[in-house]
């Protein structure tokens, strides 16, 4: 009996308010379009923000009205920008390529010289404070592996030979490890360049020499090689521009120093094309991965 | 008249909701950023508090206490306000569809709001009448938006400030909440009932 008149309160305690509020809603009702809703049916429903709108439905009437792009949500990328603009009955945004990070330094620990112990925290940015960081190159990685705890997604680790391998399956483009690396030298580029300069090394070619196996000595053979006049050699470091590189691979063969480098995207690691020879030998005292220089 | 003058002032500045009571902590964080946000969650929160005050009160005196329901207060409160929440988002949307695009998400986060079930739940404590009720929700919403825009306001220009890395955001944000809730432990002391009653 007890129980019976507390449920049967609240009961029709909950039952009135949901009339009203029917009522009410019948009352209120606002002619609202009837895309808006499909859209946000459509979108991931994450209300992450990330398209800069407050939240999924926010974005979805903006789309509506025609103040943002079908393919405005990051994170549902492709598959939904199609499905939107089929909602929104125009042309489907053409695709978007995916960006993923790339590590542009190919001095592994054999293959780039260090100038001293360093013995601290381990940390990149630290490291790179003690007059410039053990590594003899000033512009190359220093591969304390800040950027691999910086990355949110577990896409980067350390590899073999000190620099950073990003599994790209599972990198997101989010560039977290760009602002992590204090050298700067992490970038993001389209899936589909896989030819790269894997060196930011600004320095004269001699120097290069000097520290490093595979830096850009900025001979330019590789800007006359190039067919398509894709690269540019900018302050004695050779840049390519994606838009115009067809991935031929004709200047990984022709680079004398092998820093120009062709990436297969099966096994994530680097494949160099080119000849072999250059980058091999010549070990600097190093004690495997992570491990503190030892000046030669 | 003058005990609803005290009532209204306790419920402000001695007994703030968010400052001494420490309900309704998560829009004081969360919506404090800039002040205009702050401004109209505080105007949503008056308009919710002050009708869940006089509906709850209704409920417990003309449902729950002559059922011999008193138990139940929490859970039926909790019904009334979430009705609430949902109309008065109907009727902004209504209105003012300006208003509901700026009050955003905050909106339907006050049906979670402790503060209105406190303020519901003290009204019965209190053994206030309707209007002393009605005043007291008024009062309570009254002193959470002075809360707010005051936080909102010093959030605002400590944007500016230089702070050490360590302590941007939400860090310093509750460092300042709770100097704010020192700073209104000081109106303890006032006598208002004398203050009214000269
Ligand atoms: S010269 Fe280039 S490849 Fe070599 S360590 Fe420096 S940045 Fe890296
Ligand atoms: S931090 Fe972001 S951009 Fe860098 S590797 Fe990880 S997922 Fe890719």
């Avoid at chain 1, 209120?28 to 379009?33: I, K, M, N, T």
């Avoid at chain 1, 940015?125 to 691999?148: E, I, N």
């Avoid at chain 2, 609803?4 to 919506?31: D, E, K």
């Avoid at chain 2, 400030?161 to 955001?169: D, T, W, Y």
């Amino acid at each position: 009996m007890v129980y019976l008149k507390a449920i049967l309160s609240l009961a029709g305690l909950g039952a009135v308010f949901g009339i009203m509020l029917g009522l009410a809603a019948r009352k209120f009702a606002v002619e609202s379009d009837p895309r808006v809703e499909k859209i946000t049916g459509v979108l991931p429903g994450a209300n992450c923000g990330g398209c800069g709108y407050p939240g999924c439905s926010g974005l979805a009437s903006a789309i509506v009205t025609g103040s943002a792009p079908v393919d405005a949500c990051p994170v549902g990328g492709q598959v939904v920008a199609d499905r939107v603009s089929e909602i929104m009955g125009v042309q489907p945004a053409p695709a978007r390529e995916r960006q993923v990070a790339k590590v542009m330094c190919g001095g592994g620990e054999d293959k780039a010289t260090s100038r001293f112990a360093y013995i601290g925290i381990r940390d990149c940015g630290a490291a790179g404070l003690v007059s410039g960081g053990p590594k003899a190159c000033t512009f190359g990685c220093l591969g304390f592996g800040t950027c691999v705890k910086a990355c949110p997604f577990g896409a980067m680790e350390m590899g073999a030979d000190g620099l950073p391998v990003i599994d790209e399956a599972k990198c997101t483009g989010c560039g977290k490890c760009i602002e992590a690396c204090p050298r700067g030298i992490i970038a993001l580029v389209p899936v589909s360049a896989r030819t790269q300069v894997l060196c930011r090394s600004h320095a004269r070619g001699a120097e290069v020499r000097k520290v490093c196996k595979v830096g850009c000595i900025g001979c330019g053979i590789c800007v006359k090689t190039c067919p398509n006049s894709a690269i540019v050699l900018e302050d004695n470091l050779a840049r390519i521009i994606p838009d115009k590189c067809d991935n031929c691979g004709k200047c990984v063969e022709k680079c004398p120093t092998r820093c120009i480098v062709m990436t297969s995207q099966r096994d994530l690691h680097t494949v160099v094309t080119g000849g072999v020879g250059a980058g091999k030998g010549l070990s600097t005292g190093t004690e495997g991965p992570g491990g503190c220089c030892v000046a030669k | 008249m003058r005990d609803l003058l005290v009532i209204f002032f306790a419920g402000v500045l001695l007994n703030n909701f968010i400052l001494s009571r420490f309900l309704g902590i998560c829009p004081f964080i969360g919506v404090s950023k800039r002040i205009e946000t702050a401004t109209g969650m505080g105007m949503a929160v008056i308009f919710v508090m002050a009708v869940a005050s006089v509906i709850t009160w209704a409920v417990q005196y003309y449902i729950l206490v002559p059922l011999h329901l008193g138990y139940l207060q929490t859970i039926a409160f909790i019904l009334v306000i979430a009705a609430l929440v949902q109309l008065v988002e109907m009727v902004i949307l209504k209105v003012s569809p300006t208003l509901y695009q700026a009050l955003g998400i905050y909106l339907p986060l006050i049906t979670t709001n402790c503060a209105v079930l406190g303020v519901a739940i003290i009204n019965i404590r209190e053994n206030y009448d309707i209007i002393q009720t009605a005043v007291n929700g008024i009062a309570g919403a009254a002193g959470f938006t002075l809360a707010i825009v005051l936080f909102a306001g010093i959030r605002e220009r400590l944007d500016f400030a230089p702070i050490p890395e360590a302590l941007k955001g939400f860090p310093l944000a509750l460092i300042t909440a709770g100097l704010m809730s020192i700073a209104f432990l000081g109106f303890t002391g006032f006598k208002l009932a004398a203050l009214f009653g000269l």
